[in-house]
């Protein structure tokens, strides 16, 4: 490994917080198990308007810069293998009536969209979420895959915080950090609390700025979202506050390389291996800040369930939020 940067273990520390164990031996649920049925009524109670919003970007858009992904992977490749051109000369089996269809096959990276990671999805020193050998990744996830998480379904309150808007911008900067004071500042500015068992939701308007840019060489030179930065502080907050599920419209949720050490993505350890916070990238959430913001209602019913691959390490999804 090309780095000069500490080990992960050293930057989280020997002592680092983990709810290991918490739900027993064989969980792979980590923070969801605080998602019950009392926790979806609690969302329901803030649906007020009815208006619905789709979470999951684009698939596959040709009208800009294409899909936002993390460097080395790639967008959907969708391909039409049945139309009504080519009905007549493929092997297509014939239907009595006349029927004819349309099929598409895709080859798709699991975290090429909007996705949920399962909890397994990152790991150091050989362990995985609850203690897992990393080996068990080997040929596909035997643990914490993204299934139990697809099986449960993800329904709760749902809070955003609209940190773009806070701090005044259309978006925030390449490598732009906050935190958990940050987000109680900007929930305080919003008349909104982050509620223990949260569905926690960041807006920081990086997707904005990769569809309006439209030039994805600016866009990965000197690749460095903005987001969450460790601390062992912010680590303590997600614990005590609960927090079931982190959701931003990032492509990995947290700023891509920790200031000071230069260690990327700590919080990926930090929070869904060693807590079991279930994270949710590259959603899109600028129609539901609009909505928010036009009349100061930042909670809402939050319901999700990524796609059900078995052994996957990850899968799209498409969250609806109702408020
Ligand atoms: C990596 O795991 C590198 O990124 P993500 O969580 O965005 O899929």
Redesign the pocket.
């Known amino acids: 490994e090309a780095t000069d940067a500490p080990a992960m273990r050293e930057l989280l520390g020997e002592d680092a917080p983990t709810n290991w164990g918490k739900w027993g031996p064989d969980d792979e649920l980590g923070c969801l198990n605080y998602l019950d049925a009392k926790e979806v009524l609690r969302g329901v109670r803030h649906v007020r308007s009815g208006q619905v919003f789709t979470l999951q970007i684009h698939m596959g858009r040709t009208d800009g810069p294409g899909d936002p992904l993390?460097p080395g992977r790639e967008g959907i490749q969708r391909q039409n293998v049945l139309d009504e051109s080519t009905w007549d000369t493929t092997a297509a089996p014939s239907f009595p009536g006349g029927l004819h269809y349309a099929d598409d096959t895709a080859l798709i990276f699991l975290?090429g969209s909007t996705?949920y990671?399962a909890l397994g999805?990152?790991w150091y020193d050989g362990k995985l979420w609850n203690g897992y050998d990393a080996r068990s990744t080997v040929g596909g996830m035997h643990k914490a895959s993204v299934l139990p998480i697809a099986e449960k379904g993800v329904v709760g309150r749902g809070v955003l915080i609209d940190m773009a808007r806070h701090r005044g911008k259309q978006w925030l900067d390449k490598g732009e950090t906050f935190d958990h004071n940050d987000l109680e500042e900007a929930a305080r500015a919003q008349g909104v609390t982050i509620e223990p068992h949260d569905i926690l939701c960041i807006r920081t308007g990086w997707l904005k700025y990769w569809y309006d840019l439209n030039d994805p060489e600016k866009f990965y030179e000197g690749f460095c979202e903005p987001g969450l930065t460790y601390s062992r502080d912010l680590v303590e907050w997600f614990r005590d506050k609960e927090i079931p599920n982190l959701v931003t419209d990032t492509?990995?949720?947290e700023v891509t390389n920790e200031p000071d050490t230069g260690v990327?993505?700590p919080l990926?350890c930090a929070l869904m291996r060693n807590l079991g916070v279930t994270?949710t990238?590259?959603a899109w959430l600028d129609d539901l800040a609009e909505a928010c913001a036009a009349d100061g209602r930042w909670s809402f019913l939050y319901a999700a369930a990524p796609l059900k691959v078995v052994n996957g390490t990850?899968a799209p999804v498409n969250p609806v939020a109702i408020r």
Do not use: F, R
């Open positions: 993390w975290q996705q990671d999805h990152v492509i990995a949720n990327a993505l990926h994270l990238e590259i990850g």
